[in-house]
């Protein structure tokens, strides 16, 4: 790999390394220190999340405009000055400006982190980008942990560990992102407008396969969420659920050599959708060992599960959405796919804390398993219609 790539890399890992300090704590900090209902901390969540939407919609286009290096120094200047503000005022009001102020400026930042990646190594192709991946789920399982670690003296400190996991971030972008060279084919591209699309069926069909992928999201974001907050009243200890994140992230990147054996399996190789039912009902599985649980060995079992239903639902989502894009609109159905995933941890904390402030956990997990299940469906039947299509499309071809 070139040596502009791997500073995208150690910067990637810095940055989510910050970042997760603090995401896996919020609905803790919200609830437990600050006073508030869970159906509130959902909504400041979601605040950060609609922030973090849009920041990634003007880092793409700052990006197009200004280049990667600029985007991504405001976006870093943004989240440190809002952190610092974090470091100094935390009560309720001043913590939702700050939070969903840092989620606009870390939004910019992504953007422009993958573009420059797929420039600096283009014929790396998709290795760039698992590269980027990688550091960011090194960055989760590292911040993760030491985020309970600091927590457990005091949440001032996480604060300031924040601000200065952005600092370094920004003395990394600032001296050696600046001589990255970046090329996009903007101009090309726009010549080539792509042809007005008759028909939708794959459209549609992208559409129905993300209805099961926002359900996902809703359920996963839950353990960011309720269920952080039902960890403490177990009396589950911070450091103790921090360091589930660490082996989420742990086994992402450990665990990608074993995942790729056993999808070699000729049944499910070929097969994406079997991969992410496959994935659902894995779902399914820890969220019902999660509802059991009443000591930390039976959250753990729950998140190692998770996870790998997680590293089978994910990445195959948008494999299956650049399948059915049509040609030039590859960037327009990934969008779909990712607005969906964001959609779904916007509605995610708000709809678990509802569920839980009237119903109690027990109700989240039977209702989240539902969710599930609908998502199966939708998955499984997603494509009937391209297959009838298909089918008809080789009839006509026969009778001719």
């Known amino acids: 790999m070139p040596r502009s790539l791997w500073l995208l890399i150690i910067g990637m890992a810095v ?3 910050g970042s997760s300090f603090l995401w896996p704590l919020n609905a803790i900090y919200i609830h437990e220190h600050l006073g508030k ?16 939407v849009i920041g990634n919609l003007f880092g793409g286009f700052l990006f197009d405009k200004i280049g990667g290096y600029k985007s991504i120094l405001l976006g870093i200047t943004i989240t440190v000055v809002s952190f610092t503000g974090l470091s100094f005022w935390h009560s309720f009001l001043p913590y939702v400006i700050f939070l969903t102020i840092a989620g606009f400026g870390s939004g910019i930042i992504f953007p422009s982190m993958y573009a420059m990646a797929g420039s ?28 309970g670690i600091v927590a457990s003296y005091s949440f001032q400190f996480i604060f300031i560990a924040n601000t200065l996991m952005y600092v370094i971030f920004l003395a990394i972008a600032s001296m050696g992102y600046r001589t990255i060279q970046t090329t996009a084919n903007l101009q090309s591209a726009a010549r080539l407008e792509p042809k007005p699309v008759k028909d939708y069926t ?9 209805i099961g992928y926002l359900l996902c999201w809703v359920g996963y974001v839950q353990w960011q969420a309720t269920i952080s907050t039902y960890t403490q009243q177990l009396n589950i200890s911070l450091k103790q659920y921090s360091f589930l994140w660490t082996i989420n992230g742990a086994l992402i990147v450990l665990g990608q050599p074993f995942l790729n054996r056993a999808l070699r399996i000729k049944a ?36 190692i599960i998770l996870t790998v239903g997680e590293m089978l639902v994910w990445p195959a989502v948008p494999t299956i959405a650049d399948k059915l894009a049509p ?7 990934q969008g779909i796919v990712n607005s969906t995933a964001t959609g779904g941890r916007m509605i995610g904390p708000i709809l678990g804390g509802l569920l839980v402030d009237l119903y109690g956990m027990s109700m989240l997990f039977t209702v989240l398993i539902f969710l599930f299940v609908i998502a199966i469906f939708t998955t499984i039947f997603y494509d009937r219609k391209l297959a009838m299509k298909s089918e008809q499309k080789v009839v006509s071809e026969v009778s001719h």
């Open 120 to 147: 600096v190594w283009k014929e790396g192709g998709r290795r760039a980008f698992n590269a980027i991946y990688v550091a960011q789920n090194l960055g989760v399982a590292i911040g993760a942990s030491l985020g």
């Open 15 to 17: 940055n989510v390394t």
């Open 202 to 210: 794959k459209l549609y069909a992208l559409l129905i396969l993300c």
């Open 268 to 303: 499910i190789e070929k097969n994406v959708k079997s991969q992410i039912v496959i994935g659902m009902l894995i779902f399914i599985i820890s969220f019902f060992i999660a509802a059991k649980a009443e000591a930390f060995s039976g959250f753990l079992t729950a998140m």
């Open 37 to 52: 209902t869970l159906s509130i901390s959902g909504i400041v969540l979601m605040l950060n999340a609609g922030a973090t």
């Open 327 to 333: 040609k030039g609109r590859e960037g327009f159905y």
